[in-house]
């Protein structure tokens, strides 16, 4: 399961990492409003305070919890539940890549939190296939860590290294994935369904991992272990597809990655992804994607 969700996350395109860090006090209200193709993950260090999300959803919030808006829904971050209809303004500071946002409007109610934002490829399967909202409390031993790291960055000011804080943040991210779909593997469809299934596993995760090999029903039996009947059937019941159209989704994304990581020519990505020539490979490309691989490349991640 961990290789294929990091994978998955690589296939994604995922860029950004944290780039707020928060400091409320006193009674305070904070606004964040919905981004297309955007996660944002809040990470509280100290304290507590409530989440509201758009749905009338409210969760307290204390040391340890990260939650992960897969689609950046329009939330509330507050000092109690019943939220104050009127935002508080913070006080920014700059440091580097990092936004640093205070309020201070009395005493008590204290919360210290890193928000992340990252974005991604909006066809990926890893982010089409999670909960809009996940809860999560990982351990002082997995989190402790990487928090140190990241107050050891922003404290360095005009020494911050983005790139640090970035690959800090993408290695919190790929933590939390890890832990949610072992805690709650109910919560998830399509592909993380389908790698949690003992009859799709080993299979679903070779395609992952060799798309461009030549896929057929035969060979995808003989690793399952089932019968044609059994894999056409598990795979529309888990994945919503059939077989093949798996093998063509994970192939055109990872092209879509390679577009954006490498200086290959478009032949030669079709060619190197499985797909037979550059013409069936553009038709396919722009099906799903809705433009040309060139422009794709061009234009970057909307």
Same mark, same amino acid.
């Given at each position: ?165 970035? *690959?800090? !943040?993408? &290695? =919190?991210? /790929?933590? %939390?994935?890890?832990?949610? @779909? ?79 990581? *490498?200086? !290959?020519? &478009? =032949?030669? /990505?079709? %060619?190197?992804?499985?797909? @037979? ?26």
């Amino acid at each position: 399961m961990i290789g294929n969700i990091d994978k998955l996350v690589q296939l994604a395109q995922i860029r950004g990492g944290v780039n707020v860090q928060c400091h409320f006090q006193g009674e305070w209200t904070v606004q964040h409003h919905d981004h297309a193709n955007q996660a944002v993950v809040h990470i509280v260090t100290e304290g507590c305070g409530w989440l509201k999300l758009e749905n009338g959803e409210s969760r307290q919030l204390q040391k340890g919890d990260i939650v992960l808006l897969s689609r950046s829904a329009a939330h509330q971050l507050s000092s109690s539940k019943d939220v104050n209809p009127f935002p508080s303004s913070p006080d920014i500071e700059q440091k580097g890549g990092i936004q640093i946002r205070k309020i201070f409007n009395g005493q008590g109610n204290e919360l210290k939190l890193f928000c992340a934002h990252f974005y991604y490829e909006p066809h990926s399967d890893l982010f089409m296939n999670l909960p809009d909202c996940i809860y999560i409390h990982l351990s002082d031993q997995i989190l402790q860590p990487i928090l140190n790291l990241l107050h050891q960055e922003v404290d360095k000011a005009e020494q911050i290294s983005q790139l640090a804080i970035d *690959s800090l !943040s993408n &290695v =919190l991210l /790929i933590h %939390l994935l890890r832990h949610y @779909l072992i805690q709650k593997p109910e919560a998830v469809s399509g592909i993380l369904k389908s790698i949690q299934d003992h009859r799709l596993s080993t299979l679903v995760s070779q395609i992952i991992s060799c798309p461009e090999q030549d896929w057929t029903i035969e060979k995808m039996v003989e690793i399952s272990h089932i019968s044609r009947a059994q894999l056409m059937r598990i795979f529309k019941q888990k994945i919503g597809i059939t077989p093949h159209a798996f093998v063509h989704n994970i192939r055109l994304q990872l092209a879509a990655m390679m577009l954006k990581n *490498s200086s !290959s020519s &478009v =032949l030669t /990505i079709a %060619l190197s992804c499985g797909f @037979l020539s550059e013409t069936h490979f553009s038709k396919a490309f722009k099906n799903l994607y809705g433009t040309t691989p060139s422009r794709y490349r061009r234009n970057g991640i909307d």
